[in-house]
């Protein structure tokens, strides 16, 4: 697992592609030993998952009898869909590359995209934790998350915008790829699993 350190190293990295400075790509690893260390990201955004489970429990357990508790399925079924956040964009993102014979850049995109989920993980987090440490604050949070949104489709499209070389057909493409049908999927899964929150 990369240390802290070489987190920082990657996430520099990204913080100069955002910035649409090439440079970024030195600090990135995007042999296919790096394509695969990039899938620890996941274990890096543990934390603010953590608080994003937390506010999903909570939610769906709104919706129940007041005695309702849930145990580790409910937990399983998170991890499942967690684990589809972070798989099904990069099989879209793999389809649109082929689509348009980019194979090529499709080891860029996975050590880009997961690295990026990290500070946008906590970010996210930060978000959510609102809500329990200021109950009142649901509707504001609501609107930072829309904000927040808003802002992930911008620094993910500027990332892509560097490793597509500006070719702006193919950023599209890649944005609505990584964002558009995970979210479907993600909606799906949370009514076919029984999870979904109030």
Same mark, same amino acid.
């Given at each position: ?9 990657? *996430? ?7 910035? %649409? ?76 590359? %082929? ?50 949104? %808003? ?26 790829? *990584? ?9 799906? *899964? ?9």
């Amino acid at each position: 697992m990369p240390g802290f350190r070489e987190v920082q190293y990657y *996430l520099a990295g990204i913080w100069l592609l955002i910035k %649409l400075d090439p440079r970024g790509f030195r600090f990135l690893d995007l042999s296919d030993r790096g394509v695969n260390r990039s899938f620890w990201a996941m274990l890096w955004c543990l934390p603010p998952t953590g608080i994003s489970w937390l506010t999903l429990r909570n939610g769906y357990l709104r919706s129940m009898p007041p005695e309702a508790d849930v145990g580790y399925p409910f937990y399983f079924r998170l991890g499942l869909i967690e684990l589809s956040n972070w798989i099904v964009p990069l099989i879209f993102a793999g389809l649109v590359l %082929l689509a348009l014979r980019m194979g090529e850049r499709f080891a860029p995109v996975v050590v880009g995209v997961n690295w990026l989920n990290v500070p946008l993980a906590y970010i996210n987090g930060l978000l959510l934790s609102l809500v329990f440490f200021l109950p009142g604050s649901i509707d504001i949070v609501r609107l930072l998350l829309l904000v927040f949104v %808003l802002a992930q489709i911008f620094v993910l499209a500027r990332v892509l915008r560097m490793i597509c070389h500006g070719h702006l057909l193919m950023v599209s493409a890649l944005t609505l790829a *990584l964002m558009v049908p995970p979210m479907m999927v993600s909606d799906y *899964l949370f009514n076919f699993l029984g999870i979904s929150p109030a």
